[in-house]
């Protein structure tokens, strides 16, 4: 009987070999402007109509277009590409599926930032997303409290709906699964779901990125402490062969 980790690993290598270079598709329109704002926080959707990326980074989008390949899975590129930030907003028609969406955003990063990549499959020191007592959750992890299948439900001013609101330091999501929350730890390694445990689920996590540095004494803990007394969940280490989506170059754009 396979271990919830091992299982979780096998269904994250799957999933990262139906992978594909940039091409089809294009957006409508693009615009791609540089964001020197001092804030932390950004926004990086797909929506109906439009794609809306605000104080976003390169890595963000290329984790975004090229999902569902861990945001930890993604290796080489000049440091700028998780530092600066861009404002980016392109428009296509309405009902287009998810798959020819990604391919856009994969068109238009090799358009514009001149975004090239390979696949190359590697030894991967892994996290696993477990439960760390089980029939208990913690109180920043609890079913979703909105229907994500009704669009006609009232949605709150502010809050995500079923997606991920983040900043440094806060992980907050509204309806989302417990793959997506793995998918958006950042440990320094890639983080798969091995909880078993299925559903939608509102999840707030607030920690201190280095704790080192921080000398209030009202901080977040570290991410491990945090995950394990705000979610009830623990990371378990592991390693496997995983598929590692390798940036072989990319360059600033010309702003529009």
């Known amino acids: 009987m396979r271990s919830p980790l091992l299982a979780a690993i096998l269904v994250a290598s799957v999933a990262t070999s139906l992978i594909s270079q940039a091409g089809g598709p294009r957006f409508d329109v693009v615009s791609v402007k540089p ?6 926080g950004g926004r990086n959707a797909l929506e109906r109509t439009t794609y809306e990326g605000l104080n976003v980074t390169v ?4 984790a975004l277009a090229y999902m569902p390949m861990p945001f930890s899975l993604i290796d080489g590129g000049p440091a700028w590409i998780s530092s600066e930030r861009f404002d980016v907003r392109a428009r296509f028609p309405d009902g287009t599926p998810r798959r020819e969406l990604q391919a856009m955003m994969k068109a238009m990063l090799a358009d514009r930032f001149k975004l090239r990549t390979h696949l190359e499959r590697r030894p991967t020191q892994v996290y696993a997303l477990v439960v760390d007592r089980p029939g208990v959750l913690g109180a920043s992890l609890q079913p979703a409290q909105i229907d994500c299948t009704n669009p006609a439900a009232d949605k709150q001013p502010g809050v995500p709906w079923c997606a991920f609101q983040y900043t440094e330091g806060l992980l907050r999501g509204r309806g989302v699964t417990l793959d997506q929350v793995a998918g958006e730890i950042d440990a320094g390694r890639i983080v798969v779901n091995g909880t078993g445990l299925t559903g939608r689920y509102d999840v707030e996590l607030r920690w201190t990125p280095d704790p080192s540095v ?11 402490t945090a995950v394990r007394e705000q979610l009830g969940l623990r990371l378990q280490s592991g390693t496997a062969q995983m598929e590692h989506l390798v940036i072989d170059s990319v360059e600033r754009p010309q702003p529009d």
Do not use: K
């Open 35 to 40: 964001n020197n704002s001092p804030e932390p």
């Open 59 to 62: 890595r963000r989008m290329i």
């Open 214 to 224: 921080t000398t209030a004494g009202d901080a977040p803990p570290g991410l491990v």
